[in-house]
Each structure stands twice: as C-alpha cells, then as structure tokens.
C-alpha cells in the first residue's frame, strides 16, 4: 500500500497506485509542465488545467522573461534513426512533441546532441539551489518527464541538464530508476485527479502559498478555514491602486491616447461652447487617465467608446461594463474569469437541486437580516424602547429564517423584514436630516424611485450589482442563473443572490453617510412626474462616497483579518463559487457585529 494523492477531505487516502489509462482520441493531452505544478502543488496543477485558471506575478513574469530567447523554434530535431553515434552534432530549439502513452505534450526549451543520446535542456528564472540532486523535485521531475517523451518517440536519453538564468549555471541531472518511478507516479496522479474532477485540497501552513500568483483565487487559508476552523494566516495580498472609472455625461466618448484613456465632452450644441472653466475659449476639455490606474470603465447612458480604446482595455484585462443612464446593470465586456465551464457546472448542478438552493438562500438571506439589525443597532438615533422593540422583531426573524420550509416561506419572511427596517429608517438620520421634509422615508419603492432616499438607495444598489456581478464573472460563475432570485431577461440574478448580505452594509451605510453628513441635499435631486433622480452632481457626489466605503479597511468577523471591501466581494464570489463546485461545505458570510 502506498500513500496516494491528498482527498477532498484534507487527509491522504491510502491505496494502490494506479497507473492513468492512455489518452483517448478525443482527450486533450497535458502540458508537461503541469507535472511540474502538480509534485509542487497538487492545487495548483489542477487549478490552472481543469479550472482554467491564471493570474500574473512578478515570478511569472519574470519566468517569461527568462524562456523569451527559448521560445521561438531555431534547428531541428533529427529522426531518431539521425542520432546514433556517428551522426553530426545538432541543437533543436523550441520542440514540440508528445505521448499518447502519457497523454502528455511537452514544449522542450532545447533539446541537444549526447554522444548518440539526446539530452532535453531547460531554463529556470532563478539561481541554482543548493540542494541535493542539484535542482528541487518538481524540475527534476519536469526534465525527466521530458525525457520520457522523447522515449517515447523513439529517442534514447540518459541525462538532460537544467539552466539557471540568474546564477548562468547548468546543472546535469541523470534519469536514473528512482526519479523516472516518481515522474510515472506523478504523471499517473495527475491525469487521474484530472479525469475525476476532484479538486485536491489545499496545502497546509505550507510557505509556498504567499508566493504563489494564483492566491487570491486558490483561497487555501479560507477553505482550510471553513473545513476545519483553522484561522487564516493571513489576507489575500492586496490588490493595486487602479480604480474604477466612472463616465456619465451623455455624448462623451472614450478614446485612447497611447497608454492614455481619453475622456472627450460631447460636442457643443448651438450657442454653447461647453467648455469647462479652465478650458480655452470655445475649446471643451479632455480628461486623461492612464490605462494603468483604472480597475474597471464603467460607461453609464450614451457614452461611445472607440475601438482601439476598447482593445487596449482587453489587452489589459480591464473590464467595460455598460450601463444605463440610470445605472442598471445591462452587461460587462473583457472580464477574464478561467477558462473552464467546471464553476458554471457545478452552479447549474445546484440550480437543481431543491435542498442545496434552499439551503444556500437561508444563508443569504439570514446575513442580509442580521447586518440589517447591525445597521439599525449602530446608527439608532430615536427612542431607545423602540429600538429595542425593532431589534427584538428581527432577532425572532433571524431566529426563524433556518427553519423556512421552501423559497416562498424564505421571501416571506425576508419581505418582513425588510417592511421593518426600511419603516425604521428615519430614526437613523440625525436631526437636521430629519428634520428636511424631502428625506422623508418609510419604505422602499423602486422602477422608480418615488424620493430622494430611495434615489440613493436605487443608485448604490445598482453600483452593487455591477461590483458584485464583476466578481462572479471573474470566479467563473454566470451571473444571470440565480439562486435565490428568479430568472428574469435582463437581471443578473446570481449577483442579486450574493450582494444580499452586502446591501445594508455597502449601499445604506454609504446613503446614511451622505445625508447625515450633508454631503447630498434636498438641491441634489430632480423630480419628474411620479419618480425621483438624482442631479449630476448628486450621483457623482454618491458615487465618491461609495468607492470610498469600497476602499475602507474592516476585520473580517469570520477570518479574523484586515481586508478591504472591495477584496471582501473578490473572496466572496469565489468562495461561493468553492461552494457551488462542492468543495466547502457552506459559505462564510459577512456579519459585523
């Protein structure tokens, strides 16, 4: 018996070692390097494959670097019946070869002449270790399955060498029993984790996690976490300056500049010159933003946005998302989620199952009550018997939302809910605020809003939808198959499912914000016939305020550490996503207390 791959339980099972079947005709063979990956990190092998997943960091780039006077094809492999003994020395740079016996395909760095042998050369970024063998197991074990391929094909091999580009040191390595019986091994457990979909767990304390590019997305603290009560070690690293960027103003246009977004008025109609004040007579301003600084374009109305402008934000894995002038979410361009369907199926898998639906919705809908009565509770500013009587009715709701029989039960109740906290709104505002006849509030009303709290509310709820579906999209999930919320053309449904939670925390703190503190009045709001809207400078005013609220820092009640609103949706959506794909048990949620 020998110890096998690690199970989904975060253990080893224990079994025989079983040799993967030979690839099929129809199966995608195996870039060799993920053999590499997977003696590293099983985790990891499987996420970039089977999950498609990839994210950029300084050691990959620099990886890049390192096989960029590699990577275009120069020489030629001989036949093998070209490279006996007698035959010319050769050099083949660049060569693509695989094994249908492995099911694997290599891009060999350099393959040369060894005195009637072949031997595979490959570059590595970094200084040679100092370790026995001369290399770590995971290269070692990447040359030697090279090696195999080549066998494979005919060649004879017994030896290949790594080259590390920093220290420029070449160092052998010999295919002797022991190493090609772990690469076969490797290979074996690699192809079988691939062919049963089962994803292994994550490494334990291990330090190769803080330098590892897919982090943020693998979450192994987070998962460890929720299996086993484990507190993270630490937070996701942060995430770049860049910020999203806003473009309202009906008739302007994007363009590009180099790396330079450009930010064009709409031309001046008849008798105006729309020109801003520092502007040269007649001569309305652009605005100019580095493509590097902005996270997200977010085009509200009839904004136009040129072609080159839009490839460059792909290129640059900037996402576009189109919205209307009223800011309801209609769709997002260039966002780049894996390139696997395993999270959308393991979503639609759920979408039928009853139970699990339910089950998911209770959690959803039981944070979202609970951080309610959070808000009610930090920001009460009325008669402390009423508080109290509010509070009270929400914690009997809390209380009974685990037990609601079926959706319609769950609704009822969170319709409840929501009747009671929007009823208590106004003994939230502070006195002057109160006091204004057009802030006056008692429920939410919407398509459209009929005043000036639910135009705020309306407004950042929207800004929450485009933010939370963003995220679902980048973790591999669809947006528009929802859990909780029914299936409408045109509603995003799975971002209105997560983003319940985030509502009173996100979207009515940032409202009360900006009423208790003045920074929106009663001036900031236009009424035509029975709806209510904000001026532009009102919505820009409460944009500012929500991607402040976005930047803020909180300690996270579950995982115990500093993150950032904005990280805090990221880790969300995927772990949702984890927990679509049947990998965690039930989601951690949000609940400040």
């Not at 094809?73 to 020395?89: C, F, M, R, V």
């Not at 709001?525 to 944009?543: A, E, K």
């Amino acid at each position: 018996m020998t110890d096998g791959p690690p199970s989904n339980d975060g253990g080893w099972q224990f079994g025989l070692p079983l040799a993967a079947p030979p690839a099929g005709v129809d199966d995608v063979p195996v870039p060799a390097r993920m053999v590499n990956e997977w003696v590293y990190c099983p985790r990891l092998a499987y996420l970039e494959w089977v999950d498609g997943e990839w994210a950029d960091n300084a050691d990959t780039a620099q990886g890049r670097r390192a096989h960029a006077r590699v990577d275009a094809p120069k020489g030629a492999l001989p036949p093998p019946a070209d490279t006996g003994e007698d035959a010319p020395p050769f050099r083949a740079q660049a060569v693509e070869i695989s094994s249908e016996r492995l099911g694997l395909v290599a891009k060999l760095d350099l393959v040369e002449d060894d005195d009637g042998h072949v031997s595979p050369v490959d570059y590595k970024k970094g200084r040679r270790p100092h370790v026995a063998g001369g290399a770590y197991e995971p290269e070692r074990v990447q040359l030697c399955v090279q090696a195999l391929i080549l066998e494979d094909n005919g060649y004879r091999v017994r030896s290949g060498f790594l080259w590390f580009a920093a220290s420029r040191e070449r160092v052998p390595v010999v295919f002797d029993a022991d190493l090609r019986a772990r690469t076969l091994s490797a290979v074996s457990e690699l192809r079988l984790a691939l062919g049963t979909r089962r994803i292994p767990p994550p490494l334990e304390n291990s330090p190769k996690c803080h330098r590892c590019s897919l982090l943020t997305i693998c979450l192994p603290d987070e998962v460890t976490f929720v299996r086993t009560g484990a507190l993270p070690r630490s937070p996701p690293p942060a995430q770049s300056g860049a910020r999203p960027l806003y473009v309202q103003q009906p008739g302007a246009r994007v363009g590009k500049d180099a790396d330079t977004l450009t930010i064009s008025p709409p031309p001046p109609r008849h008798g105006q010159d729309g020109r801003d004040d520092d502007a040269g007579p007649g001569v309305p301003s652009v605005r100019r933003v580095p493509i590097g600084d902005v996270s997200e374009l977010i085009l509200a109305g009839p904004v136009g946005l040129s072609t080159p402008a839009l490839h460059a934000l792909i290129r640059a894995e900037v996402p576009v998302a189109w919205m209307t002038s009223g800011f309801w979410f209609l769709g997002a361009t260039g966002i780049r989620g894996p390139r696997s369907a395993a999270g959308r199926l393991g979503q639609y898998r759920v979408r039928e199952s009853t139970s699990e639906r339910l089950a998911i919705a209770r959690g959803l809908i039981e944070a979202k009550v609970r951080n309610q009565r959070t808000i009610l509770r930090r920001n009460w500013r009325g008669d402390e018997a009423a508080r109290e009587g509010v509070l009270g009715r929400l914690r009997h709701l809390v209380a009974r939302i685990p037990h609601a029989p079926d959706s319609a039960g769950l609704m009822g109740l969170e319709g409840e809910a929501a009747a009671l906290y929007f009823r208590s709104w106004s003994s939230m505002l502070n006195e002057r605020s109160a006091s204004l006849p057009a802030f006056a509030f008692e429920r939410r009303s919407r398509r459209p809003p009929a005043d000036p709290v639910n135009a705020c509310l309306s407004l950042c709820y929207a800004l929450l939808t485009r933010l939370v579906a963003s995220a679902l999209e980048i973790a591999g999930l669809d947006p528009w198959c929802g859990i909780l919320h029914a299936d409408r053309p045109g509603r995003p449904s799975l971002a209105l499912d997560l983003m319940e939670p985030f509502r009173p925390i996100f979207s009515d703190s940032t409202v009360l914000t900006v009423l208790n503190t003045a920074e929106i009045g009663p001036g900031d709001f236009v009424s035509v016939g029975p709806g209510c809207n904000l001026t532009t400078h009102g919505r820009r005013t409460l944009i500012q305020a929500f991607e402040r609220r976005l930047d803020q820092e909180v300690t996270h009640p579950a995982f115990g550490y500093e993150i950032t609103m904005r990280q805090l949706v990221q880790v969300q959506a995927r772990l949702l996503a984890r927990l679509l794909k049947g990998e965690i048990s039930h989601l951690p949620h949000y609940m400040p207390r």
